[in-house]
């Protein structure tokens, strides 16, 4: 059984930075596409970012484009998120997400395996 658990959401104020971070046990870790999607109150689940099998290959959304940076550790079998320059719209719980098939989608529809969330709160 997959399981991926977050971690190091909190409360930051705007301008602060935080690193996400999400572990993934019971399965193929460096065979896996990850992703981060965020769900603000209110709002739907939105595409972040996702990061192919090898790591080559990223696509953001254009909000976190040149303030988040996703990597991945496939010897920890761990993904990263690292957040700066946050702004009280970064607000939201920050999930991350796993394609068996390696293929960084921007769908979260398409991503089997999803952790329990994290969350992110950035003060004005």
């Known amino acids: 059984q997959v399981q991926l658990v977050e971690s190091g959401g909190g409360l930051v104020q705007a301008g602060g930075s935080l690193r996400l971070s999400c572990a993934v046990s019971?399965?193929?870790?460096?065979?896996?596409?990850m992703g981060w999607f965020r769900q603000a109150p209110g709002k739907e689940r939105e595409f972040v970012v996702t990061?192919?099998?090898?790591?080559?290959?990223?696509y953001y959304t254009d909000s976190v484009k040149g303030r988040f940076t996703i990597s991945r550790d496939n010897a920890k079998n761990t993904v990263y998120l690292q957040m700066n320059s946050l702004k009280p719209e970064d607000t939201a719980v920050y999930y991350c997400?796993?394609?068996?098939?390696?293929?960084?989608?921007?769908?979260?529809?398409?991503?089997?395996?999803w952790g329990q969330g994290t969350q992110v709160t950035v003060s004005s």
């Open positions: 990061i192919s099998r090898s790591g080559s290959t990223t």
């Open positions: 019971g399965g193929t870790f460096n065979l896996y596409a």
């Open positions: 997400a796993a394609n068996a098939n390696g293929v960084p989608y921007k769908v979260s529809g398409l991503y089997a395996y």
